[in-house]
């Protein structure tokens, strides 16, 4: 059985193109969401899933509608695979139910694997340089000025025992463990 998943990230977006190309090419069933790619909580993609079965072919308009990343796509085709369940992208001309599809896709899987590793080897190899020249990465030790100046109030917030810690945090719209950083920075014994 034909299959179609349509995914729009925003309400602003109509789902009407993908639906009709999905009906076109005659998925009886499809699922339809309006849910950003990078939400793991995707439920009409999970309900698809687990309704499908061995012999049913997914389809989707566009490639990208379906997985957040390359990693998130390549998973999902091995589960597709174990269910034996095919995959279809019309804009993409990516058919798994033929052999040269699925040759197709797992050359673009480990192409993808290929370059993280490169970018992976890449970014170790500047870092160690820099090392080597005497600088160091990451985030700046200590607090930025204007930090400082709200790790100044909460102390002082925190000294008066007027306000609650929710309340000082409420107050300065900071969460709690920034509360307590800005107060250990400033010396103050909490609980005390």
């Known amino acids: 059985?034909?299959?179609?998943?349509?995914?729009?990230?925003?309400?602003?977006?109509?789902?009407?193109?993908?639906?009709?190309?999905?009906?076109?090419?005659?998925?009886?069933?499809?699922?339809?969401?309006?849910?950003?790619?990078?939400?793991?909580?995707?439920?009409?993609?999970?309900?698809?899933?687990?309704?499908?079965?061995?012999?049913?072919?997914?389809?989707?308009?566009?490639?990208?509608?379906?997985?957040?990343?390359?990693?998130d796509l390549v998973s999902l085709m091995s589960t597709?695979?174990?269910?034996?369940?095919g995959f279809k992208s019309l804009q993409d001309n990516i058919d798994t139910t033929t052999p040269i599809g699925k040759l197709n896709f797992h050359l673009f899987a480990a192409l993808a694997e290929f370059e993280r590793d490169i970018i992976s080897e890449r970014t170790k190899a500047g870092l160690a340089a820099a090392r080597a020249r005497g600088r160091k990465g990451g985030r700046p030790k200590g607090l930025s000025k204007k930090a400082k100046d709200k790790a100044r109030l909460a102390e002082s917030l925190y000294k008066e025992r007027e306000r609650s810690i929710s309340e000082i945090c409420e107050y300065l719209s900071i969460s709690k463990p920034t509360l307590y950083r800005y107060l250990r920075n400033r010396g103050v014994k909490i609980g005390t």
Not at 33 to 58: F, P, T, W, Y
Not at 80 to 85: C, E, F, I, T
């Open 80 to 85: 597709l695979q174990d269910l034996g369940v």
């Open 1 to 71: 059985m034909k299959i179609g998943y349509a995914r729009v990230s925003t309400k602003d977006q109509s789902l009407d193109l993908q639906e009709d190309a999905l009906k076109k090419v005659g998925c009886k069933t499809i699922y339809s969401e309006c849910v950003s790619g990078a939400k793991m909580d995707r439920l009409k993609l999970h309900e698809m899933i687990n309704q499908l079965r061995k012999g049913d072919v997914v389809i989707v308009w566009k490639l990208d509608r379906l997985g957040r990343s390359l990693r």
